[in-house]
């Protein structure tokens, strides 16, 4: 997977937007106005992904390529160098456990305004 594939499965997902809120290189993506998903547009291609943090611990310990989430909440996010370690099943699955995730966090009306 390389990046583009990655920003068009992102913004596949309903109601997903993207935007370079932090400075010219940092990509994210929403829902609604929550983070599910971030990377770079240069140097090495990596994700961060919000994630249950049992599951955390548990991909981190079974696949290399996953760490904890490079400068967020290391509980709650996972970074994953996207090396072909992983594929790209893994990845866009994990992409929309972490989309999930953060529409579960949602207030109800945060919610109902998601078009899915």
């Known amino acids: 997977m390389n990046i583009e594939e990655f920003r ?3 913004l596949s997902l309903p109601s997903t937007s993207e935007a370079l ?3 010219e290189t940092s990509l994210v993506f929403k829902v609604g106005r ?3 998903a971030l990377t770079v547009l240069e140097g090495p291609f990596w994700i961060n992904l ?3 943090p049992a ?3 548990e991909l981190r310990e079974q696949y290399q390529a996953v760490r904890p989430g490079y400068h967020m909440n290391k509980k709650h996010w996972n970074t994953i160098e996207v090396d072909g370690s992983v594929s790209n099943a893994l990845i866009r699955q994990w992409t929309k456990e972490s989309y999930e995730l953060v529409i579960k966090g949602m ?3 945060e919610r109902e305004s998601i078009n899915r």
Request: overall charge positive.
């Open 107 to 109: 207030t109800r009306k």
């Open 21 to 23: 809120p932090f400075d």
């Open 34 to 36: 929550k983070m599910f």
């Open 55 to 57: 599951k955390a611990i």
């Open 50 to 52: 919000k994630c249950d």
């Open 8 to 10: 068009e499965y992102c």
